[in-house]
């Protein structure tokens, strides 16, 4: 049961922020940006083992997830960017920024491996199948290995995000809501969109521990596409969906610790019947109300 | 007495965008004042450059050359201190927000309040006295969705006058308005000039929707000229200003170049006429 500990609270707080953080993702319309991001976070990862840094101890895992977060704060930026110079066409710069990140990623992946083959022949073999093993975690995450330190810092980066978020909620909600006016109104669109950008992308790279490159951006939609089903009111639109991603994160745990499925695909797949479930009980009540 | 908007010599040029592209001279030395309480119509061709002129004003953009002051401050730090309210020419939230209209209405005066801060009582009283001036009081907590174009537009300007701006820019108000639609938002906008004391600049392609709004009126292509009357634009008063036939444009309005006094090259006059009148040059707005 002790093991499992830091693993259930790191899950529960990750999924607590992808709650909150998710109503803002789906009401900016941000869903493929956090795509972009995550798949963006590959690349980072490839440096991070080319650089020689990666998960064979606490603070290797440490220090290859700060190189990741960077990778990942440079690329949202850099959609940022993009889209200001497309005219506002993020479409475009996620294209550039996914296909660009994920390419060095690989190349980088198969740079490192083969750096690994030269050095060490005796074990080529043993290491092609830790890379390729390495690859499936960060595709679609691996909680298991969540020991106390690495909790201790998801818990203090989901706390450092909501502690953000709650300062600049006012700011958040106009920009989201209606961006185009907000500088008139003295605020900074260009300052707020970077801010919950780089927020965004270390969210991610949190979101990727559970669910990989693949999923995590999800943990940032469904609770809050599920909620915005539920109520017209923006307070309980916040609850619901802080709900649907604690629900789904705790019942996918719980089918994924009894049946023995990976943790993060079985999370997502939780929220995602929640976010069906959603869906139906809204066109029931439209139905109910017609 | 300072006066609301100072634009002293003011030009400014778009950059070329591309590698084809040419920069574009949006306004070309525009010289003038707004007193404060003056409703100021600025009326221009499409590509005249009144967009340029309210960003300019909003701080959104800096000028080339000139300078431009409001309320004696850098249009960043009044803008910065609330004291411009402003209505966009097409509302592009989402309709599909879970927010009501006093959310959104609140929107204008909260987001200048520190995070740890409530909202206070006379915050309170100011977005319910916006809300009550632009007679949205019954539908307060109706979430926004289920407004019609008319209401939600008074939503977003009890949201720009919420946080007690002095000066109120409208962008191009009324397009697609019918002339008692018109007319209704020219008493709202007079009833709001009156009860808070605003300084009202509206731009606008269209005559008829300077005419509901403003009482002092100027024509911008790229440069910019005043037509000041003493008794204010009264239906009278338009009648002899707009002697000259510009239907295709202004439908049945007409505009008698000679009231511009102010303009003394005669050729600048005929041009003034020519682009008010009859110019639809595309491009930026």
């Known amino acids: ?290 | 007495m300072v006066p609301a908007v100072e634009i002293d010599h003011v030009s400014y040029t778009y950059p070329a965008s591309g590698f084809d592209a040419s920069p574009l001279l949006a306004i070309d030395d525009v010289n003038f004042t707004i007193d404060e309480h003056t409703k100021l119509g600025v009326l221009g061709p499409n590509g005249g450059g009144k967009s340029t002129l309210i960003k300019l004003i909003l701080g959104m953009i800096k000028p080339t050359s000139g300078t431009i002051r409001v309320f004696g401050r850098s249009p960043i730090e009044a803008r910065e201190q609330g004291l411009i309210g402003y209505l966009p020419q097409r509302i592009e939230a989402d309709r599909d927000w879970p927010i009501s209209v006093e959310q959104v209405v609140a929107l204008g005066r909260a987001c200048r309040i520190k995070p740890w801060k409530k909202l206070a009582v006379d915050d309170r009283q100011a977005i319910n006295r916006a809300i009550e001036l632009v007679d949205l009081a019954d539908l307060a907590h109706r979430p926004i969705g289920g407004l019609s174009g008319g209401q939600l537009q008074r939503v977003m300007i009890a949201r720009a006058i919420a946080g007690n701006p002095k000066l109120l820019v409208l962008d191009e108000p009324t397009v697609g308005v019918d002339i008692a639609g018109q007319q209704r938002f020219g008493e709202l906008i007079e009833t709001l000039h009156k009860e808070l004391d605003l300084t009202v600049v509206v731009v606008s392609h269209d005559m008829r929707a300077i005419a509901a709004v403003a009482d002092r009126i100027a024509c911008l292509s790229r440069t910019l000229h005043f037509h000041d009357t003493a008794q204010g634009l009264t239906p009278a008063v338009l009648a002899q200003v707009f002697a000259h036939d510009v239907a295709g444009v202004f439908g049945d309005i007409h505009i008698d170049a000679h009231l511009a006094d102010d303009c003394d090259d005669p050729s600048h006059i005929h041009q003034h006429q020519h682009d008010c009148g009859c110019g639809d040059q595309g491009g930026e707005s």
């Open chain 1, 1 to 290: 049961m002790n093991e499992l500990a830091p693993i259930i609270i790191a899950a529960l707080a990750i999924a607590l922020m992808g709650g909150a953080l998710s109503v803002f993702v789906v009401l900016k319309r941000l869903a493929f940006i956090g795509q972009g991001i995550s798949h963006a976070a590959f690349g980072g990862v490839g440096i991070a083992l080319v650089l020689g840094v990666h998960g064979a101890t606490t603070m290797g895992e440490i220090g290859q997830l700060a190189i990741v977060v960077a990778f990942s704060i440079l690329a949202a930026l850099w959609i940022a960017a993009l889209t200001r110079s497309h005219q506002g066409r993020a479409d475009t710069a996620i294209g550039v920024v996914l296909s660009a990140s994920m390419a060095l990623g690989f190349v980088l992946f198969t740079f490192a491996e083969s750096g690994h083959g030269h050095d060490e022949h005796g074990h080529a073999a043993a290491e092609h199948q830790d890379e390729h093993h390495l690859i499936e975690e960060i595709l679609f995450g691996n909680i298991l290995d969540t020991d106390w330190p690495k909790a201790s810092l998801a818990i203090a980066v989901v706390i450092a995000i909501l502690a953000v978020v709650w300062c600049i909620r006012r700011q958040l909600i106009f920009w989201a809501f209606d961006e185009p006016v907000v500088d008139a109104y003295g605020l900074n669109s260009k300052r707020i969109t970077n801010t919950f950008l780089v927020i965004l992308a270390v969210a991610i790279v949190m979101a990727m521990q559970i669910a990989g490159v693949v999923l995590a951006a999800a943990m940032l939609v469904l609770p809050g596409a599920g909620a915005l089903n539920l109520s017209s009111k923006l307070r309980s639109v916040f609850v619901y969906s802080v709900l649907i991603a604690v629900g789904g994160a705790s019942i996918g745990m719980l089918i994924g610790f009894q049946a023995g499925y990976p943790i993060g695909p079985t999370i997502v797949l939780t929220q995602s019947v929640m976010y069906l479930i959603s869906h139906i009980a809204k066109i029931a009540a439209t139905r109910r109300l017609a």
